[in-house]
């Protein structure tokens, strides 16, 4: 167990729709990064929060947003859902803002379904 | 575009074996290395990294080596268990990034 919690663990829903998406970080870390894992996609970053601010941007869609509240828990809102969103979504976290030069740890992820 | 990328995307290994997964990239100003693992329905567990400074680096039971002049990295599982089944992926750190490898299933034989 990483310590990272995530929920729902699955959402089944449909085109057109708007969903969120919960993560509480380890006790201490300050930041939050969330990932998209789909088949033909692998593994791939999409944003990063440090202490509530945005501090990276990866591959995200602009229909895709998160934000970190002042408890650090974050939640990732998916809106004008496509069929291709359909993917695990995982959380991770890291002590410090430097997370891409420290371990992340990954929660159990969220399984999206659309359809 | 450059990419992290795995030469095997299977492997298989008897229980008791070393198994050694490999991992090729490409952007040389990378400079720290992770490898994860991940079980089925599980995310992603951290199991060793290596910064560019280094060439290897042990941990329990695995070892990871880093080669910069071919732009290697592997990671080596010593005596391989049944819970060493699982897919296994390197990442790169590239700048405020993490590019993942498309990952290496690892299945190991009774």
Redesign the interface.
Known sequence: D?G?TQTPKHLITATGQRVTLRCSPRSGDLSVYWYQQSLDQ????LI?YYNGEE????NILERFSAQQFPDLHSELNLSSLELGDSALY?C?SSPTGQG??E???????TRLLVL | GESVGLHLPTLSVQEGDNSIINCAYSNSAS??F?W?KQES??????II?IRSNMDKRQGQRVTVLLNKTVKHLSLQIAATQPGDSAVY?C?E???????????TRLSVLP
């Open positions: 990483s990272v692998g593994l791939q970053f990063q501090r990276a941007k990866g995982f991770a891409f030069k371990t992340q740890y990954f929660g159990p992820g | 400079d720290y992770i994860y329905g599980k995310g992603p567990q951290f990294d992926f990442a750190s590239r700048g405020q990034n993490f590019v993942f490898g498309p990952g």
